[in-house]
Nanobody
Framework: QVQLVESGGGLVQAGGSLRLSCAASRGIFGLTTMGWYRQGPGLQRELVAAMTIAGTTNYADSVKGRFTISKENGKNTPYLQMNGLKPEDTGVYYC?????????WGQGTQVTVSS
């Protein structure tokens, strides 16, 4: 079983930046996509950004131009650079990785943006 651990969340003022990281306990067989989801207070979990193994990216309209998903060569997990943060970006951010062996989620990291 692969375990994912997110880090980099915290409290930041509106307009600030955070960089989220995700670490995996072991390699992921047949990796296909990786991404970040978030769940705001009282809201459903939603896709923030995703990246295929080929490098194709997809972003929620609300974060386009502000957030960037990336990965290091040889790594199985993504980063999320978040700039220009807004109070509505507040929530728990989850790392998600999908491969032939299954789909894996982290426990989440809290991001709080104050106005």
């Amino acid at each position: 079983q692969v375990q994912l651990v997110e880090s980099g969340g915290g409290l930041v003022q509106a307009g600030g930046s955070l960089r989220l990281s995700c670490a995996a306990s072991r390699g992921i067989f047949g990796l296909t996509t990786m991404g970040w989801y978030r769940q705001g207070p009282g809201l459903q979990r939603e896709l923030v950004a995703a990246m295929t193994i080929a490098g194709t990216t997809n972003y929620a309209d609300s974060v386009k131009g502000r957030f960037t998903i990336s990965k290091e060569n040889g790594k199985n997990t993504p980063y999320l650079q978040m700039n220009g943060l807004k109070p509505e970006d507040t929530g728990v951010y989850y790392c998600n990785v999908r491969g032939v062996s299954g789909e894996y989620w982290g426990q989440g990291t809290q991001v709080t943006v104050s106005s």
